[in-house]
């Protein structure tokens, strides 16, 4: 189980098992009202959403708070920055400073733009697995090889990390880290076998891919077409967020 993604999705549930161009489509059209909408009420309303649908499909709490630490982070710099760059509307007396009030209102529509796009984004990484991603690509006329770049990619960070941390246990277990100055040598000589280990395991495992008959091309999924409980899903999302976007 990869420590990164796939865990997120092991839970078997309707949004899991959605079909990724229906979640691209959706996730597309609620970061459009997300930003077309000028309402905190909108923004807030898309965050919430977001969140019960990771409950809805099994996610752990955890991982997506976590994943949600620095869009927050991100999102108070934008509320602070606002209230001492507008210098318009009733002034408001609040802890002893004076604030306005339409900088207190850009701040908050500010701040909860960016979490609700966050949001969004998190919900559909945390439920899509990459090969229903990849085959929603497909469909939408992605280039081939950027397709087999990512899967290739994604496979092979989790070897890296893997070899990374094998290599980190072995330094310290020799007593690698003990003090400041091992650590810094230790860490310069994990950089270096890491690079000429991954330059050997991108060698083997292209002979070992021509072995197996590539030549040039990986296999991509066959593209079947949308069920009718898909297309029931996706209305139902269109409903919602035009209910979200005319109550804003």
């Not at 966050?118 to 991603?133: R, S, Y």
């Amino acid at each position: 189980m990869h420590p990164l993604i796939d865990c997120s999705y092991q839970q078997h549930s309707a949004l899991t098992a959605l079909d990724g161009r229906i979640k691209v489509l959706l996730v597309a059209g609620a970061l459009t009202v997300n930003l077309a909408a000028a309402s905190w009420r909108v923004s807030c309303g898309l965050a919430l959403l977001a969140w019960l649908l990771t409950l809805f499909a099994g996610v752990r709490q955890k991982q997506f708070w976590r994943r949600l630490a620095i869009p927050l982070l991100l999102a108070s710099v934008a509320f602070i920055t606002q209230l001492f760059w507008i210098k318009s509307g009733d002034r408001v007396v609040f802890s002893g400073m004076a604030i306005h009030a339409d900088a207190l209102w850009s701040g908050l529509a500010l701040a909860s733009r960016i979490l609700a796009g966050m949001a969004m984004i998190l919900f559909f990484v945390l439920t899509t697995p990459l090969p229903e991603l990849m085959r929603a690509a497909r469909s939408f006329r992605c280039p081939p090889l950027l397709v087999e770049l990512t899967l290739i990619i994604y496979r092979y960070i989790f070897l890296l990390l893997e070899e990374a941390e094998r290599i980190r246990t072995a330094q310290r277990a020799r007593a690698g880290y003990s003090t400041f100055r091992y650590g810094l040598r230790s860490s310069s000589m994990l950089g270096g076998m890491l690079l000429l280990r991954t330059y050997d395991r991108a060698e083997r495992s292209f002979e070992a891919m021509r072995c197996r008959g590539y030549r040039g091309a990986l296999l991509a999924p066959t593209e079947t077409g949308i069920s009718p409980g898909n297309w029931r899903a996706l209305g139902v999302g269109v409903a919602m967020l035009g209910g979200l976007y005319l109550i804003g």
